[in-house]
């Protein structure tokens, strides 16, 4: 069945950096375009990066912009999300999944970017 395994989080102060990565499975990985979502407390998941398939196409969201970087190595099955320069409005859960009609969330791993 289709699996995801989040790792990375951590506890880390303002301007700091993280390295979250995303193991999956049960899917040809190399066929499909990839995301991380994050969800902060009480509100909604949102998408914060997305890497294309073969061509490895990138796109940001505003907030993240210029700070975070999305990879993906095809022959582990698994995709990384570079964060630097962390705000303490990127605390949240970190989630990865397919980019179009996502499934199977795992349990993310908890980013807490605090002094």
């Known amino acids: 069945q289709v699996q995801f395994v989040e790792s990375g989080g951590n506890l880390v102060q303002p301007g700091g950096s993280l390295r979250l990565s995303c193991a999956a499975s049960?899917?040809?990985?190399?066929?499909?375009?990839m995301t991380w979502y994050r969800q902060a407390p009480g509100r909604e998941r949102v998408p914060v990066a997305w890497?294309?398939?073969?061509?490895?196409?990138?796109g940001y969201a505003d907030s993240v912009k210029g700070r975070f970087t999305i990879s993906r190595d095809n022959t582990k099955n698994t995709m990384y999300l570079q964060m630097n320069s962390l705000k303490p409005e990127d605390t949240a859960v970190y989630y990865c999944?397919?980019?179009?009609?996502?499934?199977?969330w795992g349990q993310g791993t908890q980013v807490t970017v605090s002094s």
């Open positions: 999944n397919w980019r179009y009609n996502p499934t199977s």
């Open positions: 049960g899917f040809t990985f190399s066929t499909y375009v």
């Open positions: 890497i294309g398939r073969v061509d490895k196409s990138r």
